[in-house]
């Protein structure tokens, strides 16, 4: 089966970086996603990367993927109070995205 | 220009009443996602429209949940009768092409007492 699996707490402080981790099942995953979710708010496209990248960065994000380990990392650099949200890594199932229980992300001051 | 939205936002019923969920994709979006997330879990897959046609409903639960989208625009999604293992946030989303972004609105709440 399909399964993408992601810790579901981490807590830092203002300033500090992120690392949120994930692991995916479906080596044939074209593209893998981090998707975020503020309260009361639908899921926000956050970033992607294609499968035969290793790296991407945009601005604060920088996304590494391992496809031999299957593992995906999202790394927030300076995170800031306005980055707790909850974060979800999603590969893409056919058609459909499969997502993992999300991480709270939770940044204290 | 308008994202995509749901109605209601949150809505509690009761075990053995009916629900009917809507979702309005961005103008022009031929597909239409239906996905949930029961508490704790993970964001599910429900279905897949292409204009009004069901592309894939292999997420669908079971025969208490149907799913609509007349005319290719708007769609939705009924539970009847609705189970307490129904409660959860039902999120939809929409597409322009096949591996494109997938837009999502707020999501629906349903409490199921």
């Known amino acids: 089966g399909e399964d993408v699996e992601q810790s579901l707490f981490l807590s830092v402080r203002e300033g500090d970086s992120s690392v949120i981790n994930c692991t995916y099942t479906d080596s044939s995953s074209t593209y893998l996603y981090w998707y975020k979710q503020e309260p009361g708010a639908g899921l926000q496209l956050l970033t992607y990367?294609?499968?035969?990248?290793d790296m991407k960065q945009d601005q604060r994000l920088t996304v590494l993927l391992n496809k031999k380990d299957k593992h995906l990392s999202l790394r927030i650099a300076d995170t800031q109070t306005g980055d707790s949200a909850i974060y979800f890594c999603a590969e893409m199932g056919g058609t459909a995205l499969i997502f993992g229980k999300g991480t709270t992300l939770s940044v204290s001051s | 220009e308008a994202g995509v939205t749901q109605f209601p936002s949150h809505s509690v019923i009761e075990k053995g009443q009916t629900v009917t969920l809507r979702c309005d994709p961005i103008s022009g979006h031929d597909n239409l996602y239906w996905y949930r997330r029961v508490m704790g879990k993970e964001i599910k897959f429900l279905l897949h429209f292409v204009k009004e046609s069901k592309q894939d409903e292999s997420g669908m639960p079971n025969n208490r949940f149907l799913a609509e989208r007349t005319g290719g625009t708007y769609s939705t999604l009924k539970v009847q009768p609705a189970e307490l293992e129904d409660s959860g946030v039902y999120f939809c989303?929409?597409?322009?092409?096949?591996?494109?972004?997938?837009?999502f609105g707020p999501g629906t709440r349903l409490t199921v007492l």
């Open positions: 989303a929409s597409s322009q092409g096949n591996l494109n972004e997938q837009f």
């Open positions: 990367i294609f499968s035969n990248m």
